[in-house]
């Protein structure tokens, strides 16, 4: 694993085969600016490649409506996609969000980041 890209309200690290760990902090408020800062990340990170994306988030974490359009609308190619999602609240959400989501990718939530990493892994 490389060292990981700041960003003050997440990490963005290179895992084996190609993932990309987005690691959300607690208690932080994601805006469109973070998403957008994220792409930007995930552009250079990902260097035109194929990639496999992990978003880790903490259970006091949330997601501003216009970022979550923002993912929506412009949201970077990937392999796959698996969330690690803590709290039962952030499930509901995102429950909602994969039902109405437009995407070309596999997508799906997982408990812990072992259980992500073993599923992302087969795509």
Same mark, same amino acid.
């Given at each position: 694993m490389n060292a990981p890209v700041q960003? =003050? =309200? @997440?990490?963005?690290s290179r895992l084996e085969n190609d993932i990309l760990l987005f690691y959300y902090f607690e208690d932080k408020i994601i805006d &469109? #600016?973070? $998403?957008? &800062?994220g792409f930007k990340i995930n552009d250079e990170l990902s260097e035109g490649k194929p990639i496999r994306r992990i978003i880790q988030s903490e259970r006091y974490g949330t997601i501003t409506k216009a970022a979550r359009e923002c993912v929506q609308n412009e949201s970077r190619p990937a392999i796959a996609e698996a @969330?690690? $999602?803590?709290? #039962?609240?952030? =499930?509901i959400m995102f429950n909602l969000y994969n039902k109405l989501r437009k995407g070309d990718h596999p997508v799906k939530a997982f408990d812990n980041l072992e259980d992500a990493i073993k599923w992302i892994n087969t795509k």
């Open positions: 960003h =003050k =309200k @997440f990490t963005v &469109e #600016l973070d $998403i957008r &800062e @969330f690690v $999602i803590p709290s #039962l609240a952030q =499930k």
